[in-house]
């Protein structure tokens, strides 16, 4: 079974632009969540959907804003991007009723 | 809120020897999932080891086990017969249960280095 896939691997943006990253679920897997990864906050949830509804939010701006597809695939996006942003951005999915969740490999994103 | 502590940001161990990695845990659940995940440098997330907090036995997966006290909210990682693989980032985690409490919270990890 194919693992949990990101896309684009790596980005490169300015400030103000906006950016949309993809994830792609292990087949079966109705549950995405997001995780931003920096080096001074950590690793820190973002949002989670399940079934193509917003089922949890973690304390970012509204310039963070994501989806789900009918296939269970997500997309996240962020506006207006900061320095700040720059962060490993990594999607993880999980089995209704599962217990653990499994990680892509990520996308670093550079904000110049 | 739940807040999870790794206080260890590096450990060095050699090789075949056994290393315990530290994690502390702050919650007023009574039932909760603990997991370690490996990070190595291509910077993929890898389930190591879960722990249901309701189990009282301790999670073991080959080489890698844990010691769970609950009472304490303590969560230890021991890696045996350390090999040059087990180089990573380790970090704990918390997550509530309950099929819409999927949020995990990460402590801030622990660099393992592992000699020759």
């Known amino acids: 079974k194919a693992g949990v896939t990101q896309t684009p691997r790596y980005l490169i943006k300015t400030r103000g632009q906006q950016v949309t990253l993809s994830c792609s679920p292990i087949s079966g897997h109705r549950s995405v969540s997001w995780y931003q990864q920096t080096p001074g906050q950590g690793l820190q949830f973002l949002f989670e959907y399940f079934s193509e509804t917003q089922r949890n939010k973690g304390n970012f701006p509204g310039r963070f804003s994501g989806r789900q597809f009918s296939n269970s695939r997500s997309e996240m996006n962020v506006s207006t991007l900061e320095l700040g942003d720059s962060a490993l951005y990594l999607c993880?999915?999980?089995?209704?009723?599962?217990?653990?969740?499994?990680f892509g490999p990520g996308t670093r994103l550079t904000v110049l | 809120a739940q807040t999870v502590t790794q206080s260890q940001p590096e450990m060095s161990v050699q090789e075949a020897e056994t290393v315990t990695l530290s994690c502390t845990y702050d919650t007023s659940e009574s039932d909760y999932y603990l997991f370690w995940y490996k990070q190595p440098p291509s910077r993929q997330m890898i389930l190591v080891i879960r722990q249901e907090a309701y189990k009282q036995q301790n999670a073991t997966e080959n080489r890698f086990s844990v010691n769970f006290q609950k009472a304490a909210k303590s969560f230890s990682l021991k890696i045996s017969d350390s090999q040059l693989g087990d180089a990573a980032m380790y970090f704990c985690a918390y997550r509530s249960p309950g099929g819409t409490a999927s949020k995990l919270t990460f402590g801030t990890g622990t660099r393992l280095q592992v000699t020759l």
């Open positions: 993880a999915s999980m089995l209704a009723g599962g217990r653990e969740q499994f």
